[in-house]
């Protein structure tokens, strides 16, 4: 029940809704790229994740990856993961200056590694 109630007002209050929107434009926009498609499935697999993140983790896929995954990555960097990763940051600084803001602070920090390098991880729910 808690996780629910804290998803709810991380939609609302913690920047849910709009992570969400933004992951999910870029998603739609590397689709169109068709050379783009794996970082779109990563945006996308971005977006639904922030949209509802208490309750799930992002882990290394299982068999792990290979070399083409890690200089994909690296190129997703460069692109966009550290810009990404760097507002995760700030914004999850911010929300923790507030007793309040410390749960949606720490899921800002949660979306940081999946951000920084998303190819190759998963999200699993912790139950």
């Known amino acids: 029940m808690i996780r629910f109630v804290l998803n709810v007002l991380w939609l ?5 809704l709009v992570l969400f929107l933004g992951y999910a434009l870029a998603a739609a926009l590397c689709f169109v790229l068709v050379v783009t498609i794996p970082f779109a499935i990563a945006s996308w697999r971005l977006a639904v994740y922030s949209l509802w993140p ?7 896929k299982s068999g792990g990856s290979g070399v083409a995954t890690g200089l994909a990555n690296v190129l997703w960097v460069v692109l966009a993961g550290w ?3 760097l507002t995760h940051i700030t914004a999850g600084i911010t929300l923790c200056a507030s007793v309040i803001g ?3 602070g720490i899921a800002h ?3 940081v590694p999946a951000a920084f390098w998303p190819l190759g991880r998963e999200i699993v729910d912790l139950d």
Do not use: E, N, S
Request: no cysteine; aromatic share 24%; hydrophobic share 55%.
């Open 12 to 16: 609302i209050f913690g920047g849910g």
């Open 109 to 111: 920090f949660k979306l």
């Open 102 to 104: 410390i749960p949606f």
């Open 83 to 85: 810009w990404l990763a």
């Open 54 to 60: 208490f309750g799930r983790t992002v882990r290394a």
